[in-house]
Structures are given as structure tokens and as C-alpha cells.
């Protein structure tokens, strides 16, 4: 897969080293056809990675690599995906809420730092702006709160928008959206796509995110000598308190499939979908015109 030269472009742009996924070894992978609709990510570990060096270890990847991996199932099984004159789904946490007299609009982004899910979130902002008081706009993320943090102020605020923060993929999963296949993310036109767009901020995102993880273990670790304690037992960071059999959730995951959907007064969807590819913007203009705005 990383022998393609547009893939490589591609991860360039999106500030991946081409290399990085190159362990070393040999690959015996057998390529995936287009209509291929399994899970990607990287082969799982052999039964001997404790002998592994370190830092071949999933979680001491960088935080800008974790997201090509393969992340845990959710905790939910993925839905059947939600269409017009539907009723909007309950999740299990019941943490959307429709109907009552109030018009959403609800998207689902990609990881924080997508430039894809940049243009789609300034695009929900703008008209969550446009529309204060009247429409109610949703943006829900996979990333970890603090991730999401940094990249919306990198974004200018959240300002009239709503954010929800689901790293289980929970919420996602109640509305059909699960991890796309190959060809969803690394089709050919999806790669030219992210060389031309502006707006990778992943690698700034990681960089703020790390540095504050540093700062944190830095200060509990004088706070822990000042109480006589040896040691930094318990003082991990969060990326560290992430299960050691898969990658973290800090930064969100490229692979999980992104939609966004329009709910009237009566809580029936009147628009939306999932997005046919990594790439695509949705039209969300269109999501107001079905809401009668």
C-alpha cells in the first residue's frame, strides 16, 4: 500500500512520513481489491512482541501515526445507517436529543487535524452562526476532549456549536457509521485530494497535545516527591492509560467514516447520509434548505 507514489504524497502532506509504517521484515499482504469492505490497519502483532524493540510497541508510536491503525471495536454494533423520513436513532447514552420543536443539524467528523474535517466543520459554524437561536448545530467528535480542544482553537473556537466528544465511536455507531475500507480513504481521488487541499493541522495538534502531556507528568511528578512518594507509579499520560493491544484514541482514527444528517421539529430526518469518501464535503447548505430555512 505505501509503495503507491500518490499514497506517499498524500501522507506527506498530511504530515506522515512516508516510511512510517515501514517495520522492516518482509510484507506478504496480499493487496485489497476496490469493493473490499474489511477493516484496515496494520497486521496484528505476532505472538513474540514482547521481543520487539520498544519502539516498534503500538502505544510508543507517535500520536500522528496512531490514527492509521486499526482501532478497537465499539461497544456497539454499527447500526443500519439512517435515511430520510427515518426517525433520528437514540444512542445509548442518549446524548443526541430531537424533536420538541427544535431543527438540527448533526455532523460527524473525521480525526481532528483532517483537513476534510476542517472545511466541514468552518462550513457547520458558519451557518450555526447564520442560523443562531433557530437552528440547533451539532459537531461530534471521535478524537479525545483535549485533542479536540486544541484543534478547534487552532480553528478559531467552537463559537455557536455544539461538540460532543465520542472516543468509544458509540455515538457514531448508533448511526451507521463504522470504519470505511481501503478504498474509502485511499482511492486515487482521495489522494489527490488531500495534496491540493490546505488545512492539515495534525501534526500541530499532536505537537500541543504532547507538549501539555509533558507538562502535566512534569508537575505531578513534583508533586509526587514532595509528598515523599518514589517514583511516577500512576502518573501515565493519557495516551499511556490506553490499552497496550491497540492504538490510542487521542487523536481519533483516519479509517472511521464520517456523515452528518438534518432532523426536523418532530425528530424525522429530512437529509443526510454517510460520505461516500474520506474526501468528500458534504453539502450542508443543503441540510438548511431541507429544514425550510
Not at 509504517?21 to 473490499?36: L, M
Request: charged share 20%; net charge positive.
Amino acid at each position: 500500500m505505501m509503495s503507491n507514489l500518490t499514497t506517499k504524497l498524500a501522507l506527506k502532506k498530511m504530515g506522515i512520513p512516508s516510511n512510517a509504517f515501514n517495520f522492516g521484515g518482509n510484507s506478504n499482504s496480499n493487496p485489497r481489491n476496490a469493493g473490499d469492505s474489511s477493516q484496515p490497519g496494520l497486521d496484528e502483532a505476532s505472538n513474540n512482541e514482547k521481543s520487539w524493540p520498544a519502539w516498534m510497541q503500538v502505544k510508543n508510536l507517535p500520536l500522528t501515526v496512531q490514527p492509521w491503525l486499526t482501532p478497537a471495536p465499539t461497544t456497539v454494533p454499527v447500526a443500519e445507517l439512517p435515511k430520510a423520513g427515518d426517525l433520528a436513532p437514540i444512542d445509548r447514552d442518549r446524548r443526541l436529543a430531537f424533536g420538541n420543536g427544535r431543527r438540527v443539524l448533526v455532523v460527524f467528523l473525521r480525526c481532528v487535524g483532517c483537513a476534510f474535517a476542517q472545511k466541514t466543520f468552518l462550513a457547520l459554524r458558519a451557518i450555526a452562526n447564520r442560523y443562531a437561536g433557530v437552528l440547533t448545530c451539532i459537531a461530534i467528535s471521535h478524537s479525545s476532549e483535549a485533542a479536540t480542544a486544541k484543534w478547534l482553537d487552532m480553528l478559531g473556537g467552537a463559537w455557536n456549536v455544539q461538540l460532543i466528544i465520542d472516543e468509544e465511536r458509540a455515538t457514531y455507531a448508533a448511526w451507521g457509521l463504522g470504519l470505511g475500507s481501503t478504498w474509502y480513504v485511499l482511492n486515487p481521488a482521495t489522494q489527490v485530494a488531500s495534496w491540493k487541499v490546505e488545512g492539515w493541522l495534525g501534526q500541530k495538534v499532536a505537537t500541543a497535545v504532547k507538549k501539555s502531556e509533558d507538562i502535566e507528568k512534569k508537575a505531578q511528578a513534583i508533586q509526587a516527591r514532595r509528598a515523599g512518594k518514589k517514583g511516577n507509579a500512576g502518573l501515565e499520560s493519557p495516551a499511556e492509560e490506553q490499552t497496550e493491544d491497540g492504538p490510542t484514541t487521542t487523536m481519533g482514527n483516519k479509517w472511521q467514516q464520517a456523515g452528518a444528517w438534518a432532523v426536523n421539529q418532530r425528530g424525522t430526518i429530512v437529509w443526510g447520509g454517510r460520505t461516500k469518501s474520506a474526501d468528500e464535503i458534504m453539502d450542508l447548505d443543503a441540510a438548511v434548505r431541507a429544514l425550510g430555512f
